[in-house]
């Protein structure tokens, strides 16, 4: 939604305060564009008060010599003298004013910004002046700065020039930086007494920002005609071209960046994930030049775009991150509350180091994991930086505890393996590569896989049913052979009620193939001693958005903690064994699934067991900062437990639980607990309500949706969690380096506009080989979700179409 264009540069006017000249200085801005020979447009979103007193009143009745080139509009006008906020509540009671939301009067503002743009070859100047100051509430009662900042146009602050004016302005400039806003200049009027102009303008030189103090307007008379020609005469010895051409300058120099980006990027970077042999220019660069909620804001080079008229349109194009910027997004991009509690925590300890401390973020958020997902098992946290470091942790303290309680001396302890599912990954680390199946992508030179992966069945929906996949070993156990596909159902509940699916026949073709394959194991040459299970319940994400059945993972869980030899250990006296870890440690891989991604707190529930380990990232901080966290039961915190400082776990990291992330992340899980109280919430769970039959799996997309899309002929299948939606596309090849999904879905990297209510926007989404996936925030709209869901659709069946 943020607007810029070439021809019509646009300044947002702030004030740091009420009553410090808003309408005088942005009056003498009109003026001087005007007579720089620009057209001008003057917008005033929101007028409270007289219409005498209006603020466009002002404007049309000091900028008459200009007729032709200035334009004045407002857009929302009420007649009382309060806050918007309340004149908009005032007014309800009338049919024809409505409280307007926040969603519908930045569309409003924006089109008519674009209207305008549409107008002008240029070069052409537009003032948009707020109302009071900063904070002062929009007409819903979200303070300007939020309700203003999808928009995100460059700012005009003026500043207070009154006793207490220095400590204003530069509050309301902190408050603007906080948002992210662009703020080119600072205008005050000037005052010999309080003199703020001599300290601010060295304070905002430092930060490259002018400030130009202006003589204050003549004393308002009773006389009308007297004081209209004074305010003139006012207007006229005011010199702001200098103003002009810095804004001017500004704006050049802005887009002048945007369009160089490309060409140094290509020249810089070492992309991840990106073969750079299949970069062919410019164009394939993604210059995202701000983000808000769940939206990039897009640079689109005309000299670079096929469209004629791409210079009269907006070069900022709305691209939905349809991946949730690889599944970190929890509220959307440039949350203030999150950005507020970063700001807080660095204010306060900036980083301190963390061996043997504690600080108030880091004991919250510890207490917070081990009363949340941690709940009943968990008795540690130990912080780290990411998910892949947070695995590595995992992996050590489970291969240690189980170094201890079978006694191995060192050179035992160098063969050790873990088990594992074919298809996961743990992370870019190479200790976390290890322990996943050679055959996967995310490999290098020193990758040495140590362990077995087991081939698991995986649930999705195909031909608008519910289908458990068997891979070909359990298929044959299961006497399965014409067609890998066992039963269907109509509902989620048939797959992920696991408690009433523990004594179903494929329970006991589960028990049976697992205890045979891991009897086996146990003699088999070639693989090492297995010492952990390391797991990603229910979807295994970069192995290509891979649906495990939930009950597959249940058995194997019990299945290993069965064959628990409960060897005796001295160092494990003191350990109640009814709470021990058995048979094999074991570990959920929680940093994409867990807090919510999948539409529930933890995986443990559903599953009806708990791990003794976990790791939870992403999600952990609402997408802002990176912090990991590894959660252990007292069982395993206690193989570390000694008096030698060579047994503890002698890993960490500079950043360990920095205050900014654990702040950060205090205020995430605050936000989700709210969140999964919210209507939409609450609404998009009911949608997958199955009369007669329980389950806590559901998903923010729609079932309808989905069986939609499950019976189209491009489609191979499809699955939905929570915010993650999933779709295989018909591909005789598949694999990891397909291109089917992505050149199967191109087009939706077009902005056509699915929905008059909403504005136009393209979609930002990323394939694994023959899949595409595409993940929502916790909040996101449920307005966008359904224009996604079309355009999916509309990309799927028009493509079938082309076939």
Same mark, same amino acid.
């Given at each position: 939604?943020?607007?810029?264009?070439?021809?019509?540069?646009?300044?947002?006017?702030?004030?740091?305060?009420?009553?410090?000249?808003?309408?005088?200085? +942005?009056?003498?801005?009109?003026?001087?564009?005007?007579?720089?020979?620009?057209?001008?447009?003057?917008?005033?979103?929101?007028?409270?008060?007289?219409?005498?007193?209006?603020?466009?009143?002002?404007?049309?009745?000091?900028?008459?010599?200009?007729?032709?080139?200035?334009? +004045?509009?407002?857009?929302?006008?009420?007649?009382?003298?309060?806050?918007?906020?309340?004149?908009?509540? *005032?007014?309800?009671?009338?049919?024809?004013?409505?409280?307007?939301?926040?969603?519908?009067?930045?569309?409003?503002?924006?089109?008519?910004?674009?209207?305008?743009?549409?107008?002008?070859?240029?070069?052409?100047?537009?003032?948009?002046?707020?109302?009071?100051?900063?904070?002062?509430?929009?007409?819903?009662?979200?303070? @300007?700065?939020?309700?203003?900042?999808?928009?995100?146009?460059?700012?005009?602050?003026?500043?207070?020039?009154?006793?207490?004016?220095?400590?204003?302005?530069?509050?309301?400039?902190?408050?603007?930086?906080?948002?992210?806003?662009?703020?080119?200049?600072?205008?005050?009027?000037?005052?010999?007494?309080?003199?703020?102009?001599?300290?601010?303008? &060295?304070?905002?030189?430092?930060?490259?920002?002018?400030?130009?103090?202006?003589?204050?307007?003549?004393?308002?008379?009773?006389?009308?005609?007297?004081?209209?020609?004074?305010?003139?005469?006012?207007?006229?010895?005011?010199?702001?071209?200098?103003?002009?051409?810095?804004?001017?300058?500004?704006?050049? @120099?802005?887009?002048?960046?945007?369009?160089?980006?490309?060409?140094?990027?290509?020249?810089? /970077?070492?992309?991840?994930?990106? @073969?750079?042999?299949?970069?062919?220019?410019?164009?394939?660069?993604?210059?995202?030049?701000?983000? =808000?909620?769940?939206?990039?804001?897009?640079?689109?080079?005309?000299?670079?775009?096929?469209?004629?008229?791409?210079?009269?349109?907006?070069?900022?194009?709305?691209?939905?991150?349809? =991946? !949730?910027?690889?599944?970190?997004?929890?509220?959307?991009?440039?949350?203030?509350?999150?950005?507020?509690?970063?700001?807080? !925590?660095?204010?306060?300890?900036?980083?301190?180091?963390?061996?043997?401390?504690?600080?108030?973020?880091?004991?919250?958020?510890?207490?917070?994991?081990?009363?949340?997902?941690?709940?009943?098992?968990?008795?540690?946290?130990?912080?780290?930086?990411?998910?892949?470091?947070?695995?590595?942790?995992?992996?050590?303290?489970?291969?240690?505890?189980?170094?201890?309680?079978?006694?191995?001396?060192?050179?035992?302890?160098?063969?050790?393996?873990? *088990?594992?599912?074919?298809?996961?990954?743990?992370?870019?680390?190479?200790?976390?590569?290890?322990?996943?199946?050679?055959?996967?992508?995310?490999?290098?030179?020193?990758?040495?896989?140590?362990?077995?992966?087991?081939?698991?069945?995986?649930?999705?929906?195909?031909?608008?049913?519910?289908?458990?996949?068997?891979?070909?070993?359990?298929? !044959?156990?299961?006497?399965?052979?014409?067609?890998?596909?066992?039963?269907?159902?109509?509902?989620?509940?048939?797959?992920?009620?696991?408690?009433?699916?523990?004594?179903?026949?494929?329970?006991?073709?589960?028990?049976?193939?697992?205890?045979?394959?891991?009897?086996?194991?146990? +003699?088999?040459?070639?693989? &090492?001693?297995?010492?952990?299970?390391?797991?990603?319940?229910?979807?295994?994400?970069?192995?290509?958005?891979?649906?495990?059945?939930?009950?597959?993972?249940?058995?194997?869980?019990?299945?290993?903690?069965?064959?628990?030899?409960?060897?005796?250990?001295?160092?494990?006296?003191?350990?109640?064994?009814?709470?021990?870890?058995?048979?094999?440690?074991?570990?959920?891989?929680?940093?994409?699934?867990?807090?919510?991604?999948?539409?529930?707190?933890?995986?443990?529930?559903?599953?009806?067991?708990?791990?003794?380990?976990?790791?939870?990232?992403?999600?952990?901080?609402?997408?802002?900062?990176?912090?990991?966290?590894?959660?252990?039961?007292? =069982?395993?915190?206690?193989?570390?437990?000694?008096?030698?400082?060579?047994?503890?776990?002698?890993?960490?990291?500079?950043?360990? !639980?920095?205050?900014?992330?654990? #702040?950060?992340?205090?205020?995430?899980?605050?936000?989700?607990?709210?969140?999964?109280?919210? #209507?939409?919430?609450?609404?998009?769970?009911?949608?997958?309500?199955?009369?007669?039959?329980?389950?806590?799996?559901?998903?923010?997309?729609? &079932?309808? /949706?989905?069986?939609?899309?499950?019976?189209?002929?491009?489609?191979? #299948?499809?699955?939905?969690?929570?915010?993650?939606?999933?779709?295989?596309?018909?591909?005789?090849?598949?694999?990891?380096?397909?291109?089917?999904?992505?050149?199967?879905?191109?087009?939706?990297?077009?902005?056509?506009?699915?929905?008059? #209510?909403?504005?136009?926007?393209?979609?930002?989404?990323?394939?694994?080989?023959?899949?595409?996936?595409?993940?929502?925030?916790?909040?996101?709209?449920?307005? +966008?979700?359904?224009?996604?869901?079309?355009?999916?659709?509309?990309?799927?069946?028009?493509?079938?179409?082309?076939?």
């Amino acid at each position: 939604m943020s607007l810029l264009f070439k021809q019509l540069r646009i300044h947002q006017i702030f004030g740091a305060n009420t009553d410090v000249g808003k309408t005088i200085l +942005t009056t003498a801005l009109v003026r001087a564009s005007a007579a720089l020979k620009n057209e001008v447009f003057y917008l005033k979103p929101i007028s409270t008060g007289p219409m005498e007193d209006a603020d466009d009143e002002h404007i049309k009745r000091h900028s008459s010599a200009f007729k032709d080139k200035v334009h +004045t509009e407002c857009l929302y006008r009420f007649h009382v003298p309060v806050s918007p906020h309340l004149a908009a509540q *005032l007014a309800a009671g009338d049919e024809s004013q409505k409280i307007v939301s926040d969603n519908t009067f930045i569309n409003t503002v924006s089109s008519y910004v674009r209207r305008c743009a549409s107008r002008t070859n240029g070069p052409a100047h537009m003032y948009v002046e707020t109302a009071g100051g900063v904070h002062s509430p929009t007409l819903s009662g979200t303070t @300007q700065l939020e309700c203003y900042r999808p928009l995100f146009l460059p700012t005009i602050l003026i500043g207070d020039s009154r006793l207490g004016g220095i400590s204003a302005t530069i509050s309301a400039y902190e408050s603007l930086l906080l948002r992210g806003y662009i703020v080119d200049q600072i205008l005050l009027f000037r005052d010999e007494y309080y003199r703020n102009t001599e300290f601010l303008t &060295p304070y905002f030189a430092e930060r490259g920002i002018g400030v130009t103090a202006l003589d204050a307007p003549p004393s308002k008379t009773d006389d009308a005609v007297e004081n209209f020609e004074s305010t003139e005469s006012y207007y006229k010895n005011l010199d702001m071209t200098p103003v002009v051409q810095n804004l001017d300058a500004r704006h050049e @120099q802005r887009i002048a960046e945007l369009d160089s980006m490309p060409r140094r990027s290509l020249d810089a /970077f070492w992309w991840p994930f990106v @073969q750079h042999g299949l970069v062919k220019g410019e164009s394939d660069v993604t210059v995202i030049d701000s983000a =808000s909620s769940d939206f990039f804001s897009v640079y689109k080079n005309s000299a670079i775009q096929q469209n004629a008229n791409a210079n009269m349109g907006s070069s900022l194009e709305s691209q939905l991150d349809g =991946s !949730a910027s690889w599944w970190t997004q929890a509220f959307g991009h440039a949350h203030p509350s999150l950005t507020l509690a970063a700001a807080r !925590a660095s204010g306060r300890y900036g980083h301190v180091m963390f061996p043997q401390a504690t600080h108030a973020p880091a004991l919250e958020l510890a207490e917070r994991l081990l009363n949340g997902p941690g709940n009943g098992w968990a008795s540690r946290v130990f912080f780290s930086d990411d998910g892949s470091t947070g695995m590595e942790i995992a992996l050590k303290m489970a291969l240690r505890a189980f170094s201890v309680r079978h006694n191995l001396q060192n050179s035992e302890r160098k063969k050790l393996g873990v *088990l594992g599912l074919k298809g996961s990954y743990h992370g870019d680390t190479i200790g976390a590569m290890d322990a996943c199946a050679e055959e996967g992508v995310y490999t290098c030179e020193w990758h040495n896989a140590k362990g077995y992966w087991l081939d698991p069945p995986t649930v999705s929906i195909r031909e608008g049913r519910w289908v458990i996949t068997l891979p070909p070993a359990l298929a !044959a156990s299961a006497g399965v052979f014409d067609s890998p596909a066992v039963g269907g159902g109509d509902s989620e509940s048939w797959v992920y009620d696991v408690a009433r699916r523990l004594n179903s026949p494929l329970a006991d073709v589960y028990r049976d193939y697992l205890s045979r394959t891991l009897d086996g194991l146990e +003699t088999a040459s070639g693989v &090492p001693r297995l010492a952990a299970l390391v797991l990603e319940p229910l979807v295994m994400g970069a192995g290509g958005m891979i649906f495990v059945d939930p009950l597959f993972q249940r058995i194997l869980v019990d299945i290993v903690r069965e064959r628990d030899t409960n060897p005796s250990s001295s160092s494990q006296d003191d350990i109640d064994t009814s709470k021990s870890w058995r048979g094999l440690p074991v570990i959920f891989d929680e940093v994409f699934v867990g807090l919510y991604r999948l539409g529930m707190q933890s995986t443990v529930p559903l599953l009806g067991t708990a791990p003794d380990i976990s790791v939870n990232a992403k999600i952990l901080t609402g997408g802002l900062v990176p912090l990991a966290a590894t959660l252990a039961s007292d =069982s395993i915190f206690r193989a570390f437990y000694s008096t030698e400082k060579a047994e503890a776990l002698l890993h960490g990291h500079s950043y360990t !639980a920095h205050a900014v992330g654990c #702040e950060v992340a205090n205020q995430t899980m605050r936000m989700l607990e709210r969140e999964t109280k919210s #209507e939409p919430w609450l609404a998009a769970k009911a949608r997958w309500e199955t009369p007669g039959k329980s389950s806590s799996a559901w998903s923010f997309w729609d &079932p309808q /949706f989905l069986q939609t899309l499950s019976r189209m002929d491009v489609v191979d #299948e499809v699955m939905a969690l929570g915010t993650v939606l999933a779709i295989k596309v018909k591909d005789a090849d598949g694999g990891y380096v397909s291109q089917s999904a992505k050149i199967m879905l191109q087009s939706l990297g077009d902005s056509d506009n699915a929905s008059s #209510e909403l504005p136009q926007f393209s979609v930002h989404f990323r394939t694994l080989g023959n899949v595409a996936y595409f993940m929502t925030s916790l909040n996101t709209s449920p307005e +966008t979700v359904r224009i996604l869901e079309e355009k999916i659709w509309k990309a799927l069946h028009n493509k079938r179409a082309d076939l």
